[in-house]
């Protein structure tokens, strides 16, 4: 059940859009495809869509094998980052569509239209046009749309994408929770961490057609495999070999084992945490991340020397093992 | 500095107005003065009589089949070109701003060429009882070739603008391409296609060289509207070549605002 991606590629002329792709998507589940532009997440996306086509591989969607299934007989609901309201219907035609293509009757249309209303918050909204709709408005439209065909699998290609950071994260909220409500098997493209991290249950963390790993969002961040996926997935200070997550740099004001001299050249306050930039004696420049309470208890201020060593810091080996040292204990 | 933006903005509005004049108001105005000279019923009786009543039947025949065929062809075409990806491309795109290119007479003559009895088809089209030349089929080829890019033009700008994403959402959701094409595509382009619509049709309406070339010009059987002008107006019938003029730009006319009417309807 569920999605499985058997060894998918695809290329575009001369670039690697996929290189030989596998995961498998539990059934009910909501997974996260997170990458940086051109990592191909989009590309895998519209792969299982059936809105390209794999140069090689198999995509199986509910244990049915549907690489040369067309995307009309697929079965899967697909939410675009601009949303591809059909901008000449309303919002209750537009929710229609896909019944209305399979001649459904009238009677039934209507009450799941008005379903579909009601579970993406848009009741009184039937007759207004998208043109009459704010961005988030038109999202949830879209996603009442794909979901109204009852499709097996829902694809969310950056569907946050276009909207403001506060619409951004009530949507994601939102998804979450309707999530629970159908529990339709649901992967969403983001190129955005935290987005990534908020709301699947597992994450596929891709760069250059390729997967660096896929995991629980805990999992990524404590135990990330890659040099990429511990950058991409959570923020990190690189000194030398070391990889150093800013909560875990110590701040001293007397001088320790391990710990580096640094001036203080900033500190940003963001709420309940600190930003503390440090430059080093070397030119190279770290950031510790720690709560506003602990930084003003220590008294930092800009201009300040003190002492920065990291709690522990992982190094990721050339053959492509990583360990974590412990410093601080050392 | 206010005083000599003002001067230089009433300065721009008077040439813009006085350009227009010139060229176009005053010598439309000219006709439609000329035409009533002699009264309404005048003009009226040089219009009414059965080879000018034959003349416009011909001429908005041939126009309501040409441009059919333009429209069909034009959004058949810009879809291609636009949607899809093949060798030749760049070719069919230039090929088809021909018309704009190519001087009308020479269009009739290119067609003369073709479908004379010399010609590389009209041997064998005469042979097997098809006349082309000097009946309504070379008419109405003159007359699609020299109105054949406008829908084209027109549409492909737009299917540019609204992209595909509506298309393949339509396709997730079950539409197969003929579904999609009524449902999402037309109704999407449908403003692009009715303004190429009412500049092909007053192309048609218009047409004399290629037209004049491939029709013989035979009074009351091939002489279209344009052509029975040029004829009344050498015979020194003005008021007949006045009024005929202005019933041909009233059509026109006529199109651009059912177009506008229907347009201001729907929104």
Not at chain 1, 155 to 184: S, T, Y
Not at chain 1, 213 to 240: C, I, K, W
Not at chain 1, 310 to 315: L, Q, Y
Request: glycine share 8%.
């Amino acid at each position: 059940m569920g999605i499985s991606v058997k060894g998918a590629s695809k290329k575009f002329g001369d670039f690697v859009a996929l290189e030989d792709i596998s995961i498998e998507v539990p059934d009910g589940s909501l997974t996260a495809l997170l990458g940086p532009s051109g990592s191909g997440k989009s590309t895998l996306l519209r792969v299982i869509a059936g809105l390209e086509q794999p140069d090689a591989g198999r995509i199986v969607i509910s244990d049915r094998d549907t690489t040369d299934v067309p995307v009309q007989d697929r079965g899967v609901g697909f939410v675009f980052q601009h949303y591809a309201a059909f901008k000449h219907m309303t919002v209750k035609n537009n929710i229609a569509f896909g019944l209305s293509i399979r001649k459904r009757p009238r009677k039934e249309i209507d009450t799941r239209v008005r379903e579909l209303l009601q579970l993406v918050h848009l009741d009184g909204f039937a007759d207004r046009y998208p043109s009459q709709l704010s961005g988030g408005q038109r999202q949830r439209m879209a996603l009442a749309r794909a979901l109204a065909v009852e499709p097996e699998v829902l694809l969310l290609d950056e569907p946050f994408g276009a909207l403001d950071a506060n619409v951004r994260k009530e949507l994601r909220v939102w998804l979450r929770r309707l999530h629970e409500e159908v529990h339709v098997t649901t992967i969403f493209v983001t190129h955005d961490q935290e987005e990534a991290m908020d709301v699947a249950e597992q994450i596929v963390v891709m760069n250059e057609g390729r997967i660096e790993q896929t995991g629980a969002p805990r999992d990524l961040y404590d135990h990330p495999s890659t040099e990429f996926v511990m950058g991409f997935v959570g923020p990190v200070n690189r000194r030398g070999a070391l990889f150093i997550r800013p909560h875990d740099l110590e701040i001293l004001q007397v001088p320790a084992v391990e710990a580096e001299e640094a001036m203080i050249e900033r500190i940003v306050h963001l709420g309940f945490e600190a930003r503390v930039e440090l430059l080093l004696a070397d030119g190279e420049q770290l950031w510790a991340q720690m709560t506003l309470a602990e930084a003003e208890l220590m008294e930092l201020a800009a201009g300040q020397i003190v002492y920065a060593r990291p709690r522990h810091a992982k190094v990721f080996e050339p053959s492509g093992a990583s360990r974590t040292e412990e410093l601080a204990a050392a | 500095m206010p005083a000599s933006r003002t001067a230089s903005r009433l300065g721009l509005r008077f040439f813009a107005v006085g350009y227009l004049s010139m060229l176009l108001l005053i010598p439309v105005g000219m006709i439609f003065y000329r035409a009533f000279e002699h009264g309404a019923g005048a003009a009226w009786a040089a219009v009414t009589t059965p080879e000018a009543l034959h003349a416009f039947y011909l001429t908005i025949l041939i126009a309501a089949i040409a441009v059919s065929a333009n429209t069909i062809f034009g959004v058949g075409c810009a879809l291609l070109l636009v949607r899809t990806k093949f060798r030749g491309k760049a070719l069919i795109n230039a090929a088809i701003d021909l018309p704009f290119a190519i001087s009308p007479v020479v269009i009739g003559l290119s067609l003369y060429l073709l479908y004379g009895r010399e010609g590389w088809f009209g041997g064998w089209l005469l042979d097997n009882g098809i006349q082309v030349l000097f009946s309504l089929p070379g008419m109405v080829l003159a007359t699609i070739f020299v109105s054949l890019p406008f829908v084209v033009r027109e549409v492909v700008p737009v299917l540019h603008e609204i992209g595909d994403e509506q298309e393949q959402a339509a396709q997730t959701l079950g539409a197969n391409w003929w579904q999609t094409f009524r449902r999402i595509t037309l109704p999407a382009i449908r403003w692009g296609v009715a303004y190429g619509v009412v500049l092909a049709t007053a192309r048609a309406l218009g047409e004399f060289g290629a037209v004049a070339v491939v029709s013989g010009r035979v009074v009351g059987q091939t002489e279209t509207a344009p052509l029975w002008v040029w004829r009344e107006f050498g015979q020194f019938n003005l008021t007949g070549a006045y009024t005929a003029s202005l019933v041909l730009a009233m059509l026109a006319i006529g199109t651009l605002l059912a177009m506008n009417a229907f347009k201001r309807k729907e929104a």
